[in-house]
Structures are given as structure tokens and as C-alpha cells.
């Protein structure tokens, strides 16, 4: 099985270099694969991008007309905690896309991997936390009411909470949302997912895992047509917003363990990057690498 990768080059838009949002290592994780030899031309698809109306089975018209003619009201523009600009606005479109796609791969190959996404805290009417619209909310609806899945399970491993994720989805019984985060971190007040794990902060390794089993316990106990992974690197001890004390060889078992449990029951599984704030764009770009390390062992 040859396992399908999804990136763009509008993924990293010119950006202020100072801004805690590491624009530009999306394009540099694509760079490093290629140079890692994970990826190469025949294994990367490039999305096309959304138009409004896929962005409102999530989100509310109101909402994403004001964002993308740059209207939002100052108290929603400081809340999500990005500069908007034009190429921003293009980016987003296609950064949907992305996860929208892999998600339809992962159904037909078992595994794909997108090189962006996991924009949790983005709620029905307002972005937060860099997040603008949640397109892990966007792609599990649309294969919903495209009949591509019945039942899908988002496993959200981003060291804070998906909160956007649970309250878009709290109304959806048969999209399961469980979110592996520490406790006291951002947001500061947490929503209700279908299974929250809150960890305290500083824990390591083994104490993750163990907490991670607990997720694909009940995953199992689901039988979800597919899973959504989130394989946020802020998890990591380095991390500039993060608060746990993950190794990268945790964060190696962590996402080996996730697909390896997909793989033997025959469960798709799509991946998402998610946050991940090293100043030191090399060793941020290396933990991102990671989860894309761990899906080629299954190609």
C-alpha cells in the first residue's frame, strides 16, 4: 500500500517571524520529508480549495463572510490571534481542503497523512487560539453527509483541549470526540468532549501512554469507520506553549501506537498535525516529522 501524503505551498503565507504561530514550518516539514525520502512527487496530492458553502455545514455564514472580508470585529480578530491578510484568507481555503481530502484517502488507502490541520479551538462563530475554521469538524461532517462514513472517532492528542472540536460536534452522537490534553493549560475553560483525558501537567512518557490506551479502549469499543488523529507536537518538553514532558521518542510510540491499533482492526486513519510552538524551527519541523515517520512503517 502506498500511503498518500496532502500538502500545498500556500500552506506557509508570508507571516510576522516573531508571531508564537510557526507559519513557515509548514513548507520546511514538506522540504524535510522530501529530504527524509518519506514523500516524493507520486505520493503527494495537492488539494483544490473549499468554497464557502462546505465551511458552513460547520461554521456561520455571518462568521465566515466577515473573516474572509477581513470584518471580524476587533474582540473576534483578538480572540483567534491571527493578522489577516489575503494570502491568509486563500491559505485557509485550501488548508481545508487538505484535511477534507485526507480524510477521503484514509478510506480508500487505510492511512494518509496531511502536512497541516488540527485547527481544534476554531468554534461555530468565532475562531480562537490560531484556529480560524475547525476543519476536523468540516471533514467528519461532510463524509457524513456525503454516506462515506457513518461513525467517526476524532482522537485529539494536541497538548490543550479541542474545544471548538466538542462544542461544534455536541449535537452529533455518531462522531465521537475524545481529547488527551493537559489540564491546566489553554483554553482556560474547557468544553465537554465524549471522552476528555486531562493530564497533569509534566508528565512524561510512560503516564501518556498509558492515558492513550485508555482513548483507543474505547475507540475499539466504537468500531468507527474512521479515525480522525490529531498528533500535536506541543505535547513535547520543549515546547514553548505546552506544559507535559513528552519526549520525541514518546511522541514516536505515541503515534506508532495509534495506527498500529487502526492497522490490525482494520480501521482508516487519517493524521493532522496539530500545534507545535519551538521557537527552533528545525527541532519543531523534526517533531512534526514524526507522526509522518511512524505512517510509513505501514506503507
Known amino acids: 500500500m502506498s500511503i498518500p501524503f496532502v500538502y500545498h505551498p500556500i500552506y506557509s503565507v508570508p507571516f510576522p517571524a516573531q508571531h508564537r504561530f510557526r507559519m513557515a514550518k509548514f513548507r520546511l516539514l514538506y522540504e524535510k520529508l522530501l529530504q527524509k525520502n518519506i514523500i516524493h512527487k507520486n505520493n503527494v496530492l495537492e488539494p483544490q480549495p473549499v468554497a464557502a458553502d462546505i465551511i458552513e455545514i460547520s461554521h456561520s455564514k455571518e462568521y465566515i463572510d466577515a473573516f474572509f472580508n477581513n470584518k471580524l470585529d476587533k474582540t473576534r ?14 491559505r485557509t481555503k485550501y488548508s481545508i481542503a487538505g484535511t477534507l481530502l485526507t480524510t477521503e484517502l484514509a478510506l480508500q488507502h487505510g492511512i494518509a497523512c496531511h502536512l497541516a490541520g488540527g485547527t481544534h479551538h476554531s468554534h461555530f462563530d468565532f475562531g480562537s487560539g490560531f484556529c480560524i475554521f475547525n476543519d476536523l469538524t468540516i471533514a467528519a461532517l461532510t463524509l457524513v453527509k456525503k454516506q462515506l462514513a457513518d ?9 490543550h483541549q479541542g474545544d471548538g472540536t466538542a462544542t461544534i460536534l455536541q449535537e452529533y452522537p455518531n462522531i465521537f470526540t475524545c481529547s488527551i490534553h493537559c489540564r491546566n493549560n489553554f483554553p482556560l475553560k474547557k468544553t465537554e468532549s465524549d471522552l476528555d483525558i486531562p493530564l497533569e501537567k509534566d508528565i512524561g512518557d510512560a503516564e501518556y501512554l498509558e492515558a492513550l490506551q485508555l482513548a483507543l479502549h474505547k475507540m475499539l469499543e466504537i468500531e468507527p469507520d474512521l479515525v480522525i ?46 500545534g507545535g510552538y519551538h521557537k527552533d524551527l528545525d527541532h519543531l519541523v523534526e517533531r512534526h516529522c514524526i507522526v509522518h515517520e511512524q505512517a510509513a512503517k505501514f506503507a
Do not use: N
Not at 480578530?77 to 486563500?90: D, F, T, Y
Open 151 to 159: 461513525v467517526i472517532f476524532i482522537l485529539d492528542c494536541d497538548v
Open 229 to 274: 488523529y490529531d498528533a500535536g507536537v506541543d505535547v513535547h518538553v520543549d515546547d514553548a506553549l505546552g506544559k507535559l514532558a513528552m519526549t520525541s521518542q514518546g511522541i514516536a510510540a505515541r503515534d506508532y501506537l495509534v495506527m498500529k491499533t487502526c492497522h490490525e482492526h482494520h480501521i482508516p486513519v487519517a493524521t493532522v498535525i496539530g
Open 77 to 90: 480578530a483578538k480572540k483567534l490571534g491571527l493578522p489577516w491578510s489575503e494570502q491568509l484568507a486563500a
